[in-house]
């Protein structure tokens, strides 16, 4: 059995995809896209080493655009077999694919009337929607926790990994001739006690080999009751100051969060009722994912929805959808909190909000998820006294304030406790989905405390998983 890295290796965390290769079957775990690098496109593609032809099956972690967004360039290699995938996955990767599909179109239009300009050749996006609907069509649920036979001579389980709704780590059953091998794929994992989603289960059956992220594998978060006390604070500081509360948030997952946390502050009385705007047509549709998934909420959201649903205690609340129904929202007076994406700042509705509200004083922007280096977001997290917005230069007199403790990642504490339940079987472990540091931090703990020396594999690693000396 041989397991090829095809992405989130050699100290990268976008573009996970491992090509899994048995005596009898071939299957993809994840195929996703490289994000945020000079080079993705020349990774985001399918790699020359996989034969689609021979594929039997995909397996998908989650529907993050990182495991999922080179998925459609199988269809367009001819791939008609099955992509397994838990339902609430299958929801958000279609909604995800569509978007990343059209934000494809608009990026390559601007950029090919430049070119066209220029005299060159267009650039042709590496998917439209037809093939995203042509590669949905192939999805197939699977419950959560029930074996399902994905391939000849494999079996799969899907875990529960709280990190987005419906992700999951898999583990596969390999019958190879007399020998029975199993293998874990952790996905990424949530970290403990977070709201909305379960907690990820460990695997406790003993494993031959684990595929273990490592994005935050040095370090933990700040605790996530500190968070949730001072993003409380900030905001009832905010409204005392009656300015306008902006919200760069991620459409799936982050806002929701935010909105769950908001209802539970005006149901307890912990803060005053202000309206909140959800600006962001993707972030409802998201929503409206979630709200149809009530199946996988933790027990807290469960009985908070069971006494009364969270929707009635955000009356104040606004979805947004049109551009127009968005630019009346500069006509509200504050106090009042505005979501939209992008979640970095970097596009969408946000910026006009920014624009309109950056150089007032009473404004608060609130950074809460991560921001990349050469972003608009990290531009304000880093304190610029000006930015520039649409070609305008705009003066930064808003407070910033970023919040780091709302992850949807495990730290490292979490995830060694994830492990702890694999460990005594000393599978061999290959930490991926990390950078260098978080590999080499996670790394060093697992060999303190197992005596287990971590493999760090590099991308395009073929890695042969028959026991060693055999
Ligand atoms: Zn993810």
Known sequence: MKVTLHGGAGGQVTGSAYHVQTGRANLLVDFGMFQGMANAHDHNRVPAELDVGKLDAVLLTHAHLDHTGRLPLLVHEGYTGPVFATPATIDITNLILHDSAKVQAQDLARLNRRRERAGEDPVAPLYGP?????????????????????????????????????????????????????????????????????????????????????????????????????????????????????????????????????????RRRELPRFPVFLDSPMAAEASRIYLDHPELFDEELTALNGERPLRADLETLTITTTADESRTINDVPGPCLVLAGAGMCNAGRILHHLRQNLWKPETRVLIVGYQSEGTLGRQLVEGAKHVSIFGEKIVVRARVHTMGGFSAHAGQTDLLAWFDCLAASRPRVFLTHGEPRGREGLARQIQERYGIKAELPALGEVLDLHPRGQ
């Open 130 to 266: 037809a093939e995203v609907g042509q590669l949905m069509a192939l999805a197939q649920p699977v419950p959560y926790d029930r074996p399902v036979d994905v391939a000849p001579g494999v079996r799969a389980w899907f875990l529960e990994a709280g990190h987005l709704l419906g992700s999951a780590s898999i583990r596969l059953e390999v019958d190879e001739g007399e020998r029975r091998r199993t293998v874990v794929f952790s996905g990424d994992l949530g970290p403990k006690g977070a709201p909305i989603l379960r907690d990820a289960e460990c695997v406790r059956e003993p494993a031959d080999a684990v595929f273990l992220e490592s994005t935050y594998g040095d370090h933990d978060h700040r605790p996530f009751a500190d968070t949730l006390a001072e993003f409380r604070e900030v905001l009832a500081k905010a409204v005392e100051a009656k300015g306008k509360i902006l919200v760069p948030t991620f459409a799936v997952g982050r806002a929701q969060l935010m909105l769950v946390l908001l209802a539970v502050f005006f």
